[in-house]
Protein backbone atom coordinates (compact mmCIF):
# COMPACT_ATOMS: atom_id res chain seq x y z
CA UNK A 1 0.00 0.00 0.00
CA UNK A 2 1.08 3.20 -0.91
CA UNK A 3 0.16 6.81 0.96
CA UNK A 4 -0.45 9.36 -2.33
CA UNK A 5 -1.19 12.26 0.41
CA UNK A 6 -1.55 11.99 4.14
CA UNK A 7 -3.98 12.63 5.91
CA UNK A 8 -5.20 13.86 9.65
CA UNK A 9 -6.31 12.37 12.69
CA UNK A 10 -8.19 13.69 14.76
CA UNK A 11 -5.58 13.60 17.41
CA UNK A 12 -3.20 15.60 15.57
CA UNK A 13 -5.83 19.11 15.59
CA UNK A 14 -4.66 22.24 16.40
CA UNK A 15 -6.32 24.95 18.08
CA UNK A 16 -5.18 28.40 19.28
CA UNK A 17 -5.67 29.41 23.38
CA UNK A 18 -4.97 32.40 25.20
CA UNK A 19 -4.30 32.16 28.97
CA UNK A 20 -6.38 34.54 30.67
CA UNK A 21 -3.96 35.54 33.90
CA UNK A 22 -0.52 36.06 31.75
CA UNK A 23 -2.03 37.07 28.16
CA UNK A 24 0.52 33.90 26.56
CA UNK A 25 -0.92 32.90 23.33
CA UNK A 26 -0.01 29.50 21.87
CA UNK A 27 -1.52 26.65 19.71
CA UNK A 28 -1.51 22.94 20.63
CA UNK A 29 -2.25 19.97 19.57
CA UNK A 30 -5.70 18.24 20.92
CA UNK A 31 -3.88 15.47 22.24
CA UNK A 32 -1.57 17.51 24.24
CA UNK A 33 -4.35 18.32 26.69
CA UNK A 34 -7.02 16.48 28.41
CA UNK A 35 -10.65 15.64 26.91
CA UNK A 36 -13.60 16.13 29.05
CA UNK A 37 -16.82 14.55 28.26
CA UNK A 38 -20.00 17.25 29.35
CA UNK A 39 -23.21 15.95 28.73
CA UNK A 40 -25.03 18.65 29.45
CA UNK A 41 -22.79 21.34 27.64
CA UNK A 42 -20.28 21.03 24.96
CA UNK A 43 -16.81 18.47 25.66
CA UNK A 44 -14.22 20.67 25.79
CA UNK A 45 -10.53 20.24 26.22
CA UNK A 46 -8.36 21.29 29.60
CA UNK A 47 -4.12 22.58 29.21
CA UNK A 48 -1.57 24.27 31.33
CA UNK A 49 -0.30 27.30 29.91
CA UNK A 50 3.42 26.90 28.86
CA UNK A 51 4.32 29.82 30.67
CA UNK A 52 2.55 30.47 33.61
CA UNK A 53 0.84 27.12 34.32
CA UNK A 54 -2.48 28.04 34.53
CA UNK A 55 -5.46 25.59 33.40
CA UNK A 56 -7.00 26.75 30.37
CA UNK A 57 -10.29 25.29 28.84
CA UNK A 58 -10.99 25.12 25.08
CA UNK A 59 -14.13 23.59 23.19
CA UNK A 60 -13.67 20.66 21.05
CA UNK A 61 -15.67 22.25 18.26
CA UNK A 62 -12.31 25.17 18.25
CA UNK A 63 -10.03 22.28 16.79
CA UNK A 64 -9.39 21.90 12.82
Known amino acids: MEILKPGKTPLERQTQA????CKCQFRFKKK???EH????????VSVDC???????NVSCEKFF
Request: hydrophobic share 25%; charged share 35%; net charge neutral.
Open 18 to 21: KCFA
Open 32 to 34: EGK
Open 37 to 44: LDQRERNF
Open 50 to 56: PYCGETI
